[in-house]
């Protein structure tokens, strides 16, 4: 006789957190386990949506490659498991040894967007660098090598404290190398269905890319440029709306300077030079320019694609100027467009936070002499850092949800780095190219066995993607899903710092809710001193994270879908009496910069004869940067990434698609797949990054793919004030190395 069990099968509602969107899920679960993932279609703001990758979030929870206990690398490059306990004395042990010999400075914490399943991780991260007395020096972070000039755009510029006008109901919007369907980057809410909806109620959407990404498929208008070129197109729309006198001159004069100084910098950008310069129609320029200008309302964003190349600060400050003299900023007695609900209770004014200076040249780093930022160190300079001896070099490495084996640029050079180190600590959930390095492996749980909440979708608006956000006072929160899988030895990241700090002897103090980034704070963050004597919860860990909060935590935790706090009041008030704060316009450390662009015909990069091609990044639905690469069913159509480029430029090449090819730069060389892709501008090669192996590992152009960063030479160019070196725009060659298999 066979006996037969019958299965416990319940719906339970979560945030997924593979990205920041925080889309609310609806998660299958049978005896314990998650066996399937949707959008939650009773959550009021988000319409049932999920990406591929939320839904294939309990593939990546029950995967056999999960690594689920401590892994300690021995002498022979083999791994055994070890208990968490005997892995935290170990590497504070070894650690104790470092500072003995080399000072707190030798040792340093990167964290990556592993860390998006729970937001308190990187903080604490941060705490513990800050408790080793190195703080910012010794505090790596991604934002330093993507994206970090928004956050020093701004603090040149001033932040308008009610932020940008709505997307819902703009009439326009300028999307600079940004792809927010794939991306969600600054429309976090079923970005798809939001732009197809805002299309369809008026809005001319304009997209500046080389590639007519999923965000064009609506597009009043698709500027596709050379890359690299971002920077001239902006001058040349400012020149057109300036020279045309189409600016809100009344909002400039009452919260802006330097209007006629801007207007003399832009002057040489006619729409002819442009046009030379990028690639481009210049009648796109002016009708770009006329359409943004003219419309009721309307927004400027830059992404990724626009920092990559250099100057990605600087395209940054433009649009920020064009925002401003076209008045795109929410005004008195509007409605706030990014309420706070668990963010802190503030009174939001329609006047800007003054410009400050964010780069500290007093102290510089020991790579480079760039100076400090508000960024945190510079991350680009992390494997010379470890690379270079004398005082202050970096000899251990936590790393904590990221991969930098594969994200830095110029992975040959941080191969080296990191072989190199007396001690490397990956916080990972498998063994990842960084983790097949390490000395010590730490398990950390994933999305579905940790709390959420809104909170730091809330916040994204501090932290430099100022168009994130709600639109709607909405919030959400939700406990853990399930348990971790069954006989694991598994801690969250920010428990590891704070086991670490504590078995060191270090205080923690975590700073709850911090409204603001800089000297751009809306309210000063609480402090809450981690107790030693027992380790907090992540749920009171959370209640530090919303201290403060408009709308208690307690209550926000009492809508098992989330809600809209449709009750508050999200008024803006007037300008302050006596502020006299203004936005800058002609900031002279970016006009300068400018001056260099316009000298340069552009980005100083350019196609040659022996690199014809330019590579440029693109973001993978299936993917966030490596996570998701041993997802099986993710990566059910493929697991690499292709190396895309336009049938035109196939057939200059003579290749065909599935052909496996050399691409060479001027500084490394990697194997790839071509796909034709017939909305790329010809003249380019569109990769996403984060793939392929190692430098001592044999290349797997159809497993693992190839490794864009071996292409990127970190000293070469860099921007000055992070040093970012130049990770897109970068001139290839592409020869075939196999047919396709037929």
Same mark, same amino acid.
């Given at each position: 006789?066979?006996e037969t069990?019958?299965?416990?099968?319940?719906?339970?509602y979560?945030?997924?957190?593979?990205?920041?969107?925080?889309?609310?899920i609806?998660?299958?679960v049978?005896d314990?386990?998650? *066996?399937k993932?949707?959008?939650?279609?009773?959550?009021p703001i988000?319409?049932?949506y999920?990406?591929?990758?939320?839904?294939?979030?309990p593939?990546?929870?029950?995967?056999p490659?999960r690594?689920?206990r401590?892994?300690?690398?021995?002498?022979?490059?083999?791994?055994?498991?070890?208990p968490m306990?005997?892995a &935290?004395?170990?590497?504070?042990t070894?650690?104790?040894?470092?500072?003995?010999?080399h000072?707190?400075?030798?040792?340093?914490?990167y964290?990556?967007?592993?860390?998006?399943?729970?937001?308190?991780n990187?903080v604490?991260?941060?705490?513990?660098?800050?408790?080793?007395?190195?703080?910012?020096d010794?505090?790596?972070?991604?934002?330093t090598i993507?994206? $970090?000039?928004?956050?020093?755009a701004?603090?040149?510029?001033?932040?308008?404290i009610?932020? =940008?006008?709505?997307?819902?109901?703009?009439?326009?919007?300028?999307?600079v190398g940004t792809?927010p369907v794939i991306? @969600?980057?600054?429309?976090?809410v079923?970005?798809g269905?939001t732009?197809?909806q805002?299309?369809k109620?008026?809005?001319?959407?304009?997209?500046?890319?080389?590639?007519?990404t999923? #965000?064009t498929?609506h597009?009043?208008?698709?500027?596709?440029?050379?890359p690299?070129?971002?920077?001239?197109?902006?001058?040349?729309?400012?020149?057109v709306i300036l020279?045309?006198?189409l600016?809100d001159?009344?909002? +400039?004069?009452?919260n802006?300077?330097?209007?006629?100084a801007?207007?003399? $910098?832009? %002057?040489?950008?006619?729409?002819?030079?442009?046009?030379?310069?990028?690639?481009i129609?210049?009648?796109?320029v002016?009708?770009?320019?006329?359409?943004?200008?003219?419309?009721e309302?309307g927004? &400027?964003?830059?992404a990724?694609g626009?920092?990559?190349?250099?100057?990605? *600060?600087l395209?940054?400050?433009?649009a920020?100027?064009?925002?401003?003299?076209?008045?795109?900023?929410?005004r008195?007695?509007?409605?706030h467009?990014q309420?706070?609900?668990?963010?802190p209770?503030?009174?939001?004014?329609?006047?800007?936070?003054?410009?400050?200076?964010?780069?500290?040249y007093?102290?510089?780093?020991?790579?480079?002499?760039?100076?400090q930022?508000?960024?945190?160190?510079?991350?680009?300079?992390?494997?010379?850092?470890?690379?270079?001896?004398?005082?202050g070099?970096?000899?251990?490495?936590?790393?904590?949800g #990221?991969?930098?084996a594969?994200?830095?640029p110029?992975?040959?050079?941080?191969?080296?780095?990191?072989?190199?180190?007396?001690?490397? +600590?990956s916080?990972?959930?498998?063994?990842?190219?960084?983790?097949r390095?390490?000395?010590y492996?730490?398990?950390?749980?994933?999305?579905?066995?940790?709390?959420?909440?809104?909170?730091?979708s809330?916040?994204? @608006?501090?932290y430099?993607?100022?168009?994130g956000?709600?639109?709607?006072?909405?919030?959400?929160?939700?406990?853990?899903?399930v348990?971790?899988?069954?006989?694991?030895?598994?801690i969250?990241?920010?428990e590891f710092?704070?086991e670490l700090a504590?078995r060191?002897?270090?205080?923690?103090?975590?700073?709850?809710?911090a409204?603001?980034t800089?000297?751009?704070g809306?309210k000063?963050p609480l402090?809450?001193?981690?107790?030693?004597d027992?380790?907090? *919860?992540?749920?009171?860990?959370?209640?530090?994270?919303?201290?403060?909060?408009?709308v208690?935590?307690?209550?926000v935790r009492q809508?098992?879908?989330?809600? +809209?706090?449709?009750?508050?009041?999200?008024?803006?008030?007037?300008?302050a009496?006596?502020?006299?704060?203004?936005?800058?316009?002609?900031?002279?450390?970016m006009?300068?910069?400018?001056?260099v662009?316009?000298?340069?015909?552009?980005?100083?990069?350019? =196609?040659?004869?022996?690199?014809?091609?330019?590579?440029?990044p693109?973001? %993978?639905?299936?993917m966030?940067? #490596?996570i998701?690469?041993?997802?099986?069913?993710?990566?059910?159509?493929?697991?690499?990434?292709?190396?895309?480029?336009?049938?035109?430029?196939?057939?200059?090449?003579?290749?065909?698609?599935?052909d496996?090819?050399s691409?060479?730069?001027?500084?490394?060389?990697?194997?790839?797949?071509?796909e034709a892709?017939a909305?790329?501008?010809?003249?380019?090669? #569109?990769?996403?990054?984060?793939?392929?192996?190692?430098?001592?590992?044999a290349d797997d152009?159809?497993?693992?793919?190839?490794c864009?960063?071996?292409?990127?030479? %970190?000293?070469?160019?860099?921007? =000055?004030?992070?040093?970012?070196p130049r990770?897109?725009?970068?001139?290839?060659?592409?020869s @075939?190395?196999?047919?396709?298999?037929?």
């Open positions: 006789m066979i069990t019958a299965q416990r099968s319940e719906i339970r979560g945030i997924c957190k593979v990205c920041w969107a925080g889309c609310p609806e998660v299958t049978v314990g386990r998650a *066996t993932v949707v959008g939650d279609r009773q959550a988000y319409g049932g999920t990406c591929p990758k939320g839904r294939a979030m593939d990546a929870h029950y995967s490659t690594v689920l401590p892994r300690k690398r021995m002498s022979d490059g083999s791994y055994v498991e070890i306990a005997q &935290v004395e170990e590497i504070a070894r650690i104790e040894a470092i500072v003995a010999e000072g707190s400075e030798a040792i340093a914490v964290p990556g967007n592993g860390n998006l399943t729970n937001p308190i990187p604490i991260g941060a705490m513990f660098v800050m408790a080793m007395g190195t703080f910012p010794r505090f790596f972070s991604v934002q993507d994206q $970090a000039g928004k956050v020093i701004q603090a040149l510029h001033g932040r308008w009610p932020g =940008p006008q709505p997307f819902s109901t703009a009439k326009t919007w300028i999307m792809n991306s @969600k980057q600054g429309l976090m079923n970005p269905q732009i197809k805002a299309v109620d008026g809005m001319k959407l304009i997209v500046i890319d080389p590639r007519a999923e #965000s498929a597009a009043f208008l698709h500027i596709a440029p050379q690299g070129q971002d920077v001239s197109i902006l001058a040349g729309i400012l020149r020279t045309e006198n600016y001159a009344e909002f +400039v004069s009452e802006a300077a330097g209007i006629e801007l207007k003399a $910098a832009v %002057a040489p950008f006619t729409p002819d030079h442009v046009a030379s310069v990028a690639g129609r210049a009648e796109d002016v009708l770009a320019a006329r359409t943004f200008a003219q419309a309302s927004c &400027v964003v830059t990724t626009a920092h990559f190349p250099l100057h990605g *600060t395209c940054e400050y433009l920020l100027c064009l925002n401003t003299v076209c008045g795109r900023w929410v008195a007695g509007e409605a467009a309420p706070h609900v668990l963010l209770d503030v009174a939001i004014r329609a006047q800007p936070h003054a410009p400050y200076q964010p780069l500290d007093s102290r510089t780093s020991r790579i480079n002499a760039l100076p930022t508000v960024v945190g160190a510079p991350t680009g300079t992390l494997p010379d850092e470890i690379l270079t001896p004398g005082p070099q970096v000899r251990a490495l936590i790393c904590s #990221s991969n930098p594969v994200s830095l110029d992975q040959t050079r941080t191969g080296r780095a990191l072989a190199s180190l007396d001690l490397l +600590v916080i990972d959930v498998e063994m990842s190219n960084t983790a390095m390490a000395d492996v730490i398990p950390d749980r994933m999305a579905l066995e940790t709390p959420a909440c809104s909170q730091f809330e916040s994204m @608006k501090y430099g993607i100022w168009t956000g709600y639109e709607t006072p909405y919030a959400q929160y939700a406990p853990a899903v348990e971790p899988p069954a006989g694991s030895d598994m969250e990241s920010w710092f704070y504590r060191l002897g270090k205080q923690i103090t975590y700073f709850g809710n409204a603001g800089g000297q751009h809306d000063p402090p809450f001193v981690l107790p030693l027992r380790r907090p *919860t992540t749920e009171e860990m959370f209640e530090a994270m919303c201290a403060g909060s408009r208690p935590l307690a209550e809508h098992t879908h989330g809600k +809209v706090f449709a009750e508050l009041d999200l008024t803006v008030l007037p300008r009496e006596g502020c006299v704060a203004k936005l800058e316009l002609a900031d002279p450390t006009m300068a910069e400018l001056a662009v316009l000298t340069n015909r552009g980005d100083t990069t350019a =196609p040659s004869e022996e690199f014809p091609l330019l590579v440029i693109r973001r %993978a639905n299936e966030m940067n #490596s998701g690469r041993n997802n099986p069913k993710l990566t059910a159509k493929r697991n690499y990434n292709p190396a895309f480029m336009s049938p035109a430029d196939l057939s200059v090449q003579g290749l065909a698609a599935g496996i090819v691409i060479r730069s001027a500084h490394g060389e990697i194997q790839g797949v071509v892709d909305r790329l501008r010809p003249g380019t090669v #569109s990769m996403s990054h984060c793939f392929g192996t190692n430098p001592d590992e152009p159809l497993g693992q793919g190839g864009t960063s071996r292409l990127m030479d %970190a000293n070469a160019a860099f921007d =000055p004030f992070f040093g970012q990770m897109g725009a970068i001139p290839v060659a592409v @075939k190395i196999a047919q396709a298999s037929p």
